[in-house]
Nanobody, 125 residues
Framework: QVQLVESGGGFVQAGGSLRLSCAAS????????MGWFRQAAGKEREFVAG????????RYADSVKGRFIISRDNAKNTVYLQMNSLEPDDTAAYYC??????????????????WGQGTQVIVSS
């Protein structure tokens, strides 16, 4: 089992940047593929980005491709989401999640067994 804690959210103007961190404790994070999801008010939780156990493979939602970068440091048990060129539509609670299965990078919430508590990102226009 793994515990996940997100940090780095906040308030930023459109065009700005934020870096989210997800610290894992318990079983080492290198045992899991990791994902970032977000949920805006009144909307379903959606996939943002994912990274394989080794970090060699990444996957992004079309809405963030070219603006967000997911990375991981397994020595630190931490996953990051660098968010650039932020837009008001990026406003949401952001969650990191861990997938312990060996089925590759998956994009559905059902695929991920462990979740953090979330960190809020607000982008003003």
């Amino acid at each position: 089992q793994v515990q996940l804690v997100e940090s780095g959210g906040g308030f930023v103007q459109a065009g700005g940047s934020l870096r989210l961190s997800c610290a894992a404790s318990g079983r080492t994070s290198s045992s899991y593929a990791m994902g970032w999801f977000r949920q805006a008010a009144g909307k379903e939780r959606e996939f943002v980005a994912g990274i394989s156990r080794t970090g060699y493979t990444t996957r992004y939602a079309d809405s963030v491709k070219g603006r967000f970068i997911i990375s991981r440091d397994n020595a630190k048990n931490t996953v990051y989401l660098q968010m650039n060129s932020l837009e008001p539509d990026d406003t949401a609670a952001y969650y990191c999640a861990a997938d312990p299965t060996p089925y590759g990078l998956r994009t559905t919430t059902q695929a991920y067994d462990y979740w953090g508590q979330g960190t809020q990102v607000i982008v003003s226009s």
